[in-house]
């Protein structure tokens, strides 16, 4: 991997990060919070792994690979959630989402 690929895939993972704690404390705050159980409880996970995954790249881990991959898996479900419900920011949280697994299944690779 290149510097430039790193780079771009902690970014990825930072915004990804930002999108799921935006989109967790928004669902907080929506009418029926019960039916956004499973979207808050992945946008937890997800926002964390997320973090992780860039610490993980950005201390140059010998396991940033592996923790890329379970970090693209989470993403994956944690969009395929997000982008279920009609919010605004649960749709920007998926797009995030799915950027992020793209990029974290490069590095991973």
Known sequence: MTQQQYEECI?????????????????????????????????????????????????????AKQICKLCADICEACGNECKKHDHDHCQKCAESCFRCAEMCRKMAA
């Not at 159980?37 to 140059?60: G, P």
């Open 11 to 63: 970014r990825a993972c930072l915004e990804c990060m930002e999108a799921c704690n935006d989109c967790f404390d928004a669902c907080l705050k929506e009418d029926h919070v019960q039916m956004m159980a499973e979207c808050i409880r992945l946008d937890r996970e997800c926002a964390d792994l997320c973090a992780f995954a860039a610490k993980a790249m950005q201390t140059n881990s010998p396991f």
